[in-house]
């Protein structure tokens, strides 16, 4: 029988550095991996790219080396276990998975080495964790003492409020009934004081550590613009900005994912499109060919993305918005999880609210949960509203007040990683985060209260004269006094507001009412076909007690462009970034590239696999020339050195 080991912090560091290649913890990650390595349950919320993984890989391999045996990871995607496992074998740990991909045969093998206690890590999905058949192979490990941790990732999913909602995870809280000695660990990267409470609920963790990281990425630049011609203002953002690069376009419909594939395609991009109504072998193909090739632009639905690890996706762009901020975080947040700078593009306008709005209004789901789910998608338009900085709102949303700090003293200094403080005013302290498009170049903000109180007030009047409700265009062009044919038939000209907007822009207009929806002083009657509706908050607006102030509508949205990027901050990879390397060491980056290519297509896993390109920034930057030079580089643990150090060496000793 194996010898167990002490669960230290020194043995921690063993194997941070010895099989992950590490040489230190990112906050609070030692604190996670501690607790729970001791057996303490923990709920996680930690951003895209933090290093979730680590926080029960790490418990896994050390309670496995003490006797404690295996740890279950219960995971949502298939395609995520196979990567994670893939990754897990690169770097010498015993780890398997448990999914619908494998033949009878095959997991009947699985199940064979778990039960020998010969797995590390066993990843499987909700569904599977919870049949009669593998609660009754946890009951034989329970029994011999040989379940270490249930880790549950993607917890979100188990929360009514969350975005990514699945029944099948409320049926885990059979793993706190059965098995109540054996830790257990949820972990997000999105979840709002809601979810969080809802997965404490729903998981029975009343009683585990919460460990709440600042959901601040420093690295994402974040931009927001408003819809004129979606797909022309898509492609200048990315031939202007990221012209071959990696990145993932959100779209609302299955047809619009094809469409703007194919005119990606059209303007020379290498595109794929993904929706969950194309063919389960055409999903997987395109997804495959997303985390291994270089520079694909995935344009897909909302079916794509969760758990997808590729590190060096350069941007996300949202041509329709989504449905609240905790799906728009979590979308965008697999830009640049390898800490090199990335953007968070999304264009929006006044029928996104018109169509959110009415789905929530048409589900089935009864009201309370409708009027949450309302104030969800509020609080996203009052993001895409702002004229503050973005970053301070997105992170406000999730009680994350770090970059918050009005009221704080004259002469205080930004948080680290951020730009100095850029204004004093008389109730405190405003920052600019340097990265995101109202920091960077600041809007212009204007009141807009007259002109919501006569689109109102022609609201109220066209009801009355024509009995019937009429929608956006209709109404915008009466208060600009346009006689369209449609204004003359129903003889709109007459109504005593006709042209008191005239100085108004349709731009101007189209915004107030976009506030207007988003606070409830307006409704949209989807089944009279999205015709404009009064509501009980009206009247505050046309009696001037709510005030309306909105950001100026620009003619062109204001692009930050690549050159912007020498002012921001430095980001974690900024002193081995790909540019700062000589021509020498850009050739061994591309030499290292090359190889690494050979190496996964051989594996059949992404290239990032086997090294990261920081990984492969850093051994071009000092071009080792011995095992133990390579040794101390970051990403190579005794795995990879032992399988790859000889060709690394090989390949810089050509140059």
């Known amino acids: 029988m194996r ?56 418990p896994a391999i050390a309670r496995q080396r003490a006797g404690h045996g295996i740890t279950v990871v219960i995971s949502p995607l298939i395609a995520l276990m196979h990567d994670q496992v893939g990754a897990l074998h690169e770097a010498g740990v015993a780890a398997d998975f448990l999914n619908s991909s494998l033949s009878g045969e095959a997991a009947y093998a699985v199940e064979q080495r778990m039960l020998r206690g010969e797995i590390t890590l066993l990843y499987a999905a909700p569904e599977r964790i919870t049949t009669p058949r593998f609660l009754a192979q946890l009951d034989r490990l329970h029994e011999d003492g040989q379940l270490a941790l249930f880790a549950i990732d993607e917890a979100h999913c188990v929360s009514q409020w969350g ?122 193909h395109n997804q495959n060919r997303f985390l291994r090739d270089e520079g694909v632009v995935m344009v897909a639905t909302i079916a794509f993305g969760m758990g997808i690890d590729k590190p060096d996706v350069r941007f996300v762009a949202h ?43 048409e589900s089935p789901a009864g009201e309370d949960f409708k009027h949450i789910q309302r104030g969800k998608l509020d609080a996203l338009l009052g993001l895409a509203e702002a004229s503050d900085c973005r970053r301070v709102r997105l992170l406000s949303y999730f009680d994350d007040n770090s970059l918050s700090l009005a009221g704080s003293p004259q002469g205080a200094k930004a948080p680290a990683g951020h730009s100095e403080v850029h ?18 170049a600041p809007p212009q903000v204007w009141d807009g209260t007259d002109a919501a109180r006569k689109l109102l007030s022609t609201i109220y009047r066209v009801q009355q004269h024509s009995g019937i409700g009429f929608g956006a265009g209709q109404i915008m062009d009466i208060v600009r006094g346009k006689k369209t044919e449609k204004v003359t038939q129903f003889g709109h000209e007459t109504l005593s507001t006709f042209g008191v907007g005239a100085l108004y822009t349709e731009l101007q207009l189209r915004g107030v009412l976009r506030q207007l929806i988003a606070i409830g002083a307006l409704n949209v009657n989807a089944q009279a076909f999205n015709t404009l509706q009064l509501t009980d908050a009206s009247r505050a607006v046309l009696k001037g007690e709510v005030a309306v102030r909105l950001r100026e509508s620009a003619s062109n949205e204001r692009g930050t462009g690549n050159a912007g990027r020498k002012a921001q901050r430095p980001t974690a990879t900024a002193r081995t970034a790909l540019g700062e390397l000589d ?73």
């Open 3 to 58: 010898a167990a080991h002490t669960l230290t912090t020194d043995s921690f560091h063993d194997i941070l550095h010895g099989v992950f290649g590490y040489t230190y913890f990112r906050a609070p990650q030692e604190d996670i991996i501690d607790h729970v390595a001791g057996g303490g349950d923990a709920l996680v919320l930690m951003p895209t790219g933090g290093g979730k993984s680590l926080c029960y890989q790490i």
């Open 423 to 440: 204004e004093v005013t008389s109730v405190g302290v405003r920052y600019s985060c340097g990265n995101c498009d109202n920091c960077i």
């Open 583 to 655: 021509a020498a060491a850009q050739q061994r980056f591309g030499s290292l590239k090359a190889w690494r290519a050979e190496v996964a297509r051989e594996h059949n896993l992404p290239a990032y696999v086997i090294f990261h390109d920081a990984t492969l920034i850093a051994i071009a930057q000092s071009a080792p020339q011995s095992m133990a030079e390579l040794e101390g580089i970051s990403g190579i643990g005794a795995r990879k050195l032992e399988a790859y150090g000889a060709e690394v060496l090989r390949v810089i000793e050509s140059h």
């Open 163 to 284: 975005h990514d909602f699945r029944p099948e995870y409320r049926a885990l809280t059979v793993l706190h009934e059965r098995y109540a000695s054996v830790p257990r660990m949820a972990l997000t990267a999105t979840a709002d004081a809601l979810t969080r409470a809802d997965i404490v609920e729903r998981l029975e963790l009343q009683n585990a550590r919460q460990f709440v990281s600042s959901f601040d990425r420093p690295n994402i630049r974040y931009q927001i613009v408003e819809k004129k011609e979606p797909t022309a203002q898509l492609l200048r953002f990315i031939e202007r900005e990221h012209a071959g690069d990696a990145g993932i376009v959100y779209c609302q419909s299955r047809k619009r994912v094809e469409e703007v594939a194919a005119l990606l395609v059209q303007h020379g991009h290498h595109a794929l499109p993904y929706h969950a109504g194309l063919d389960a072998e055409v999903r997987m």
């Open 319 to 361: 041509l329709d918005m989504p449905k609240n901020i905790e799906g728009y975080y979590q979308e965008t947040g697999r830009a640049g999880r390898d800490g090199a700078a990335a953007d968070a593009w999304m264009c929006y306008g006044l029928q996104d609210v018109v169509n959110q709005r009415r789905m929530i209004d």
